[in-house]
């Protein structure tokens, strides 16, 4: 089609740059992309997004700041997808301090944080190790009620993915009842829990010592229907050997 002059409109390049991202085949993506530079197809908002997880997922930070300035010298701004994109990218590569000063910027451009960004910072947080300030700007558990309040005013209600993040927050410093509470109270909003909710509090359990509790949890999960993976069983194994049971780490092996 390029070669006869018979360009494809910029809808069927994003489309084809998606695909190209999604079979993780980069090189090629930036080869569509600088083919509609060449051919001077005007990249949208979409196209920006697109190459941008591209970048992160190839592991091109540096690249990603480029196309960031390229995308806003061209006149086309970030929305809060391009915001989600760039905080997740930069907090999935440590970067967590850069990924909170555009959570800034978003509020002074008037672009506001979804539940995703909430999502992403917390997750980024707790896998820096920084429990503390991830608490800290969840706020208390009060708080962190205000704020899914807050958001599902705005239609943007809390999701398992939201609940699980902040679960393991609490569950990491050693607030069981806390977790135990926010477990309650996902369930009370009619979102249900999933196997990860249970491996979580599972993991939680162990670590402050409470064998009772992590098996309390693990039956709770299986009188739900929910199906353990090897995962939460592995969970328990590492638990019950590290609390001196040997015969009950051994039981959990032969049932996995």
Same mark, same amino acid.
């Given at each position: 089609?390029?070669?006869?002059?018979?360009?494809?409109?910029?809808? $069927?390049?994003?489309?084809? +740059?998606?695909?190209? !991202?999604?079979?993780?085949?980069?090189?090629?993506?930036? &080869?569509?992309?600088?083919?509609?530079?060449?051919?001077?197809?005007?990249?949208?908002? /979409?196209?920006?997004?697109?190459?941008?997880?591209?970048?992160?997922?190839?592991?091109?930070?540096?690249?990603?700041?480029?196309?960031?300035?390229?995308?806003?010298?061209?006149?086309?701004?970030? %929305?809060?997808?391009?915001?989600?994109?760039?905080?997740?990218?930069?907090?999935?590569?440590?970067?967590?301090?850069?990924?909170?000063?555009?959570?800034?910027?978003?509020?002074?451009?008037?672009?506001?944080?979804?539940?995703?960004?909430?999502? $992403?910072? /917390?997750?980024?947080?707790?896998?820096?190790?920084?429990?503390?300030?991830?608490?800290?700007? =969840?706020? %208390?558990?009060?708080?962190?009620?205000?704020?899914?309040?807050?958001?599902?005013?705005?239609?943007?209600?809390?999701?398992?993915?939201?609940?699980?993040?902040?679960?393991?927050?609490?569950? !990491? =410093?050693?607030?069981? &009842?806390?977790?135990?509470?926010?477990?309650?109270?996902?369930?009370?909003?009619?979102?249900?829990?999933?196997?990860?909710?249970?491996?979580?509090?599972?993991?939680?359990?162990?670590?402050?010592?409470?064998? +009772?509790?992590?098996?309390?949890?693990?039956? &709770?999960?299986?009188?739900?229907?929910?199906?353990?993976?090897?995962?939460?069983?592995?969970?328990?194994?590492?638990?019950?050997?590290?609390?001196?049971?040997?015969?009950?780490?051994?039981? +959990?092996? &032969?049932?996995?």
């Amino acid at each position: 089609m390029v070669r006869s002059r018979l360009l494809p409109d910029v809808r $069927i390049c994003n489309r084809m +740059l998606k695909v190209l !991202r999604d079979k993780n085949l980069f090189v090629k993506a930036r &080869e569509v992309h600088r083919m509609m530079c060449e051919f001077g197809m005007k990249p949208t908002i /979409i196209t920006y997004n697109t190459m941008l997880d591209s970048s992160f997922k190839e592991g091109e930070v540096q690249q990603a700041v480029d196309l960031l300035s390229q995308m806003q010298k061209g006149g086309c701004y970030p %929305n809060d997808v391009t915001y989600n994109v760039l905080i997740n990218g930069l907090s999935k590569k440590g970067f967590i301090v850069e990924a909170l000063a555009l959570v800034a910027e978003m509020s002074s451009r008037g672009v506001s944080p979804t539940v995703t960004t909430h999502n $992403i910072i /917390i997750y980024g947080l707790c896998k820096e190790g920084k429990m503390s300030d991830a608490r800290q700007w =969840l706020g %208390n558990i009060d708080e962190a009620y205000i704020l899914f309040d807050e958001l599902r005013s705005k239609n943007l209600s809390p999701t398992v993915v939201t609940y699980n993040t902040l679960i393991d927050g609490v569950c !990491r =410093l050693g607030d069981l &009842e806390t977790a135990r509470k926010l477990k309650v109270d996902m369930i009370n909003r009619e979102i249900l829990p999933d196997v990860f909710t249970y491996t979580i509090l599972v993991n939680g359990s162990y670590m402050m010592g409470n064998m +009772l509790m992590a098996k309390e949890f693990f039956n &709770e999960m299986l009188h739900l229907g929910l199906a353990p993976d090897r995962v939460v069983y592995t969970t328990r194994i590492v638990g019950e050997l590290k609390l001196g049971h040997t015969a009950s780490a051994f039981k +959990l092996q &032969e049932e996995c």
